[in-house]
């Protein structure tokens, strides 16, 4: 028991700094607010879902965000936002992805909208006000409404759609894999 703990403790490591390396390779998405950036770092998160367990892909989410606020951002606002994001995602497709294709399909749509409506109500009332606050910018905080419509909204629609896709190439590459290796990480 204590060596598969230790084991899972050092994956999920090592799945959070490739998390963190892969955050290196974010774009902004054209046409929108250019602090919403897409970025691959979801692959990590659902091998150390599908290796691991729930309970793992969220600490690598954790550490991910950890590590990229304290060595790299040093500003909590967007940290925040990743966390709330990934944590979302990640608790609504566990509960489909084991039921076939078409249940994870629409654990994906659920995801989703969940991470729409859930970040669209915590960038108006909390987010963009406090980071309009922080940096001292007065147009984010007498906009926020328009930010979220125009800006918010499709971003995450976007992004949910592309990790929900993500979340296929991820698994069908683990079940590719034969089960005698599999076996080893787990």
């Known amino acids: 028991m204590y060596k598969k703990n230790v084991h899972s ?14 955050s290196f390779f974010s774009f902004a998405v054209p046409f929108l607010p250019p602090f919403l950036k ?21 600490l690598v989410s954790f550490l991910k965000n950890f590590l990229h606020f304290a ?3 040093h500003e909590p606002i967007g940290s925040i936002a ?7 995602f990640i608790s609504i497709i566990v509960l489909f992805y084991k039921k076939g294709t078409a249940k994870t399909i629409i654990g994906g749509i659920l995801g989703t909208l969940a991470i729409t409506v859930f970040m669209s109500l915590l960038n108006y009332f909390v987010l963009l006000p406090a980071y309009g606050y922080i940096m001292n910018l007065a147009d984010i905080v007498t906009n926020v409404k328009t930010i979220v419509a125009a800006g918010i909204i499709p971003f995450n629609l976007l992004k949910g759609a592309l990790v929900t896709f993500l979340f296929f190439v991820t698994k069908s590459v683990y079940k590719s894999i034969p089960t005698s290796i599999r076996s080893r990480f787990a």
Do not use: C, Q, R
Not at 82 to 88: K, L, P
């Open 82 to 88: 990743n966390i709330v994001v990934e944590f979302t």
């Open 71 to 73: 060595l790299l951002s």
């Open 38 to 58: 897409f970025d691959f770092t979801f692959i990590p998160l659902f091998m150390a879902l599908l290796l691991l367990g729930y309970k793992d892909a969220l």
């Open 9 to 22: 403790l050092v994956l999920s490591g090592m799945l959070a700094v490739i998390a963190l390396l892969l």
